[in-house]
């Protein structure tokens, strides 16, 4: 199962530029669109410029006009040096995204095998109904991390700078986890349901409140205090500020510890449901 999932997404670039296009899009004109902003608890690029403008005219003698565009420069490759910038603060949120949204794909193509009979011939074959869930799942996990580092490998050219080597291994660790649970929550709505179109709404309905309430694209200090309490029931919030830790170093929130404990957790639940849940799937 798992080969036919890998053969599936080589085969249809389509499926892989459509998954991509749209995360591609938020980071491109977000992350350049929004280069000021000041993240809590970070200097902004623009902050950094001021202050620096005040310095080489108070200390250094420098007149008004110099001063401005030597801190201009100074500033923006400061910024760019030590990843304190907006980018840098939302390639991690996308990342979440695509591994968020892969949830949807796994659960369709268990609805298109169904739909067209496969899921059927599969079902019935001297198998246990388990390696079959395992399969499903590890299919849509190893895409999902597939579209992450490619979204990865597409903001380091735009100005994201990577906490290095280390910092990268983590971050695949954090995404197998983050993907793992949203695959099987895909795969656990998709055991019991026949309806494309009742899926795809389901499945809004979860991912996007998921999404916005992870801190994905603004930090959740931004929030009333109400919204961050729920947005800390979210397991996409620990999964974005992992990544924001271990991919940047900027921007997380929590331990690591915390993250992942919540994450394994939840990825264990996620898995227990979905394959209990598909066991019991009836075919017709």
Do not use: C, H
């Not at 950094?48 to 801190?71: K, T």
């Not at 980018?87 to 990342?95: E, R, T």
């Not at 298109?112 to 599969?122: A, P, Q, S």
């Amino acid at each position: 199962m798992w080969l036919r999932e890998m053969k599936k997404f080589f085969r249809s670039w389509s499926r892989v530029v459509g998954m991509v296009a749209m995360p591609a899009f938020f980071l491109a004109f977000m992350g350049m669109g929004f280069q000021s902003f000041q993240i809590p608890g970070i200097p902004s690029s623009a902050f950094i410029a001021n202050y620096l403008e005040e310095v080489l005219r108070s200390f250094w003698g420098f007149n008004q006009y110099v001063a401005y565009w030597e801190a201009q420069y100074l500033a923006g490759v400061l910024a760019q040096k030590l990843g304190l910038n907006y980018l840098s603060f939302l390639s991690p949120g996308i990342i979440g995204m695509i591994l968020l949204f892969a949830s949807m794909v796994a659960g369709m193509s268990i609805l298109f095998d169904r739909e067209f009979g496969f899921l059927k011939e599969v079902m019935v074959a001297p198998v246990s109904r388990l390696s079959i869930a395992m399969g499903r799942t590890l299919g849509g996990v190893t895409t999902a991390i597939m579209q992450g580092l490619l979204i990865l490998g597409i903001s380091i050219p735009m100005g994201v700078n990577i906490s290095g080597p280390a910092g990268l291994s983590l971050s695949v660790v954090f995404m197998m986890l983050i993907s793992t649970g949203f695959v099987g929550l895909g795969v656990a709505f998709a055991a019991k349901m026949t309806d494309f179109q009742g899926f795809m709404l389901i499945m809004n309905f979860i991912v996007f409140p998921l999404f916005f309430l992870s801190g994905a694209l603004f930090p959740l200090s931004s929030f009333p205090s109400w919204v961050q309490s729920i947005a800390y029931l979210d397991p996409l919030t620990y999964g974005v500020d992992a990544l924001r830790t271990t991919l940047v170093g900027i921007g997380g929130t929590m331990p690591l510890t915390i993250d992942f404990l919540i994450l394994i957790g939840f990825t264990a639940a996620m898995l227990l449901v979905s394959t209990y849940l598909f066991q019991g799937t009836e075919v017709d």
